[in-house]
């Protein structure tokens, strides 16, 4: 399973940008899914969430202007982030909990990351 993060990039503060994650592989299903990001010099930090049946949960820095959700037919994520911050400048990662084709069990995969930086 290959997790593939795309749609960052350079954004002035109070801009939009549309990140998107795509699920390939051997995939049976694919159940919480979620972005997290990295400021340098920090911890990574869980952004939001969703579940399998589209339940999403928002970190309180960024509740009313991220939103996230997610296609199922198309093994895909979505984080549309409206009223960037430079605070939100960070390289984001996604991440989805996947049974594989042919596994009893259920893992984390991670993507490599999208840089997002927010400045004038």
């Known amino acids: 399973v290959q997790l593939q993060a795309s749609g960052g990039g350079l954004v002035q503060p109070g801009g939009s940008l549309r990140l998107s994650c795509t699920a390939s592989g051997s995939i049976y299903s694919i159940d919480g899914m979620g972005w997290h990001r990295q400021a340098q010099g920090k911890q990574r930090e869980l952004v939001a969430s969703i579940t399998s049946d589209s339940t999403a949960n928002y970190a309180d820095s960024v509740k009313g202007r991220f939103t996230i959700s997610r296609d199922n037919a198309k093994n895909t994520m979505y984080l549309q982030m409206n009223a960037l911050k430079p605070e939100d400048t960070a390289v984001y990662y996604c991440?989805?909990?996947?049974?594989?084709?042919?596994?009893?069990?259920?893992?984390?995969?991670w993507g490599l990351g999208t840089q997002v930086t927010v400045s004038s």
């Open positions: 991440k989805a909990t996947t049974r594989p084709l042919g596994a009893s069990n259920k893992y984390d995969f």
